[in-house]
């Protein structure tokens, strides 16, 4: 292996240290402006426990791969 960690985008999920391959895209009402976009990133594993965790709470907008994302510009 040569990827270094500084290179890495490290998955949001506490504890984890894999590489995140998903970008989950939320928004909460309460705090932020329709139009805000915050973003967590998540390995495989756990793509599907982050995104109930905001899909419960009506935040999730989207999931897509990192590369797909980052394709689209990671506009703010
Ligand atoms: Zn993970």
């Known amino acids: 292996m040569t990827l270094s ?5 490290v998955c949001s999920a506490k504890g984890c240290r894999a590489a995140a ?6 928004n909460n009402p309460k ?3 329709p139009e805000r976009r915050k973003t967590w990133i998540a ?4 793509r599907e426990h982050l995104s109930q965790f905001l ?3 009506g935040f999730l907008k989207d999931v897509v791969l990192m590369e797909e994302w980052e394709a689209r510009g ?3």
């Open 31 to 33: 705090v932020h402006t």
């Open 21 to 26: 391959v998903w970008v989950l895209v939320w």
């Open 55 to 57: 899909g419960v709470r």
């Open 43 to 46: 390995c495989e594993d756990h």
């Open 5 to 9: 960690d500084a290179e890495t985008p």
């Open 74 to 76: 990671a506009a703010g």
